[in-house]
């Protein structure tokens, strides 16, 4: 399961006191989200930002965690960048084929210090998604060489 970092701007005027941004991550903690946030006495004078942590993310949910932020802020709230955290596992391969659409198995073969991660998709997945990005992406994830091929054959 993919853990996803889900960025909420609120408060651009810079109008919510400091006691009021501490009663509102109270709330979000309360309501069982991690939180990560500044200190009061650092804030921004505007464009608030707290970022909450949240395993298994469903994009479609994105609107619902900004509105958790502006109700406990008192204050409107709106999405900001949603990124992930990678640990380099099979699961986070798999969200990474998740999010180009696209479904496939994850073999990792570990031979001393060299580690690699072979990913295959299906031919028409490979003709429909555009392969260096997903490359790029799985390496990123993984932290690890990737090859990808189509249908058992080395691309």
Do not use: Q
Not at 69 to 83: K, Y
Not at 132 to 151: D, F, M, P, Q, W
């Amino acid at each position: 399961m993919r853990t996803a970092v889900v960025r909420v701007v609120f408060d651009r005027d810079g109008t919510v006191p400091a006691t009021g941004y501490e009663a509102g991550l109270r709330r979000l903690r309360e309501l069982g989200l991690e939180v990560v946030a500044s200190p009061a006495d650092r804030l921004p004078a505007r464009n608030r930002e707290v970022e909450l942590i949240v395993a298994g993310l469903d994009p479609a949910d994105v609107d619902k965690h900004v509105a958790l932020c502006a109700d406990a802020f008192g204050a409107p709230a709106t999405a900001g960048v949603v990124t992930y955290v990678s640990r380099g596992t099979d699961d986070d391969a798999r969200g990474v084929l998740a999010a180009f659409g696209v479904d496939g198995t994850v073999r990792r073969l570990v031979d001393g210090d060299e580690e690699l991660v072979t990913v295959t998709l299906a031919p028409g997945d490979l003709r429909r998604v555009p392969e260096s990005r997903l490359h790029t992406a799985l390496e990123a994830a993984l932290n690890c060489e990737v090859r990808i091929v189509a249908g058992g054959s080395p691309r």
